[in-house]
């Protein structure tokens, strides 16, 4: 697959924006967050891992929603972003209502 081409930088600074944003309403699942991430650098998945030090699978299969990664390997990903993996409130459409006893 070819490489695609880096944003320009008004580009880059507009996707980090929408994605600081998001990231502060938490509203991004895993793989959003880890595409959103290679997309500002305009890496390729290889491309991105390699920079990251992990496999391209761990990537791909964060990206796919299908991969079960390591706390360490989504902190290496994340830190290049001054983020790190943390407990976050799990934000629920409808409010959770107490159950009568």
Known sequence: MPRRN???REEQEALRRAFYERI???D??????MK???EMTGLTQAEFAAHRSVSRRVIQDIERGTGNPTVDSLNSVAKLFGL???FVPI???EPVLPTSS
């Open 28 to 33: 991004m699942t895993i793989p959003e967050v």
């Open 91 to 93: 934000r629920r459409k």
């Open 6 to 8: 880096r944003p320009t």
């Open 84 to 86: 790190k993996v943390g």
């Open 24 to 26: 502060g309403q938490g």
């Open 36 to 38: 959103a991430m290679r």
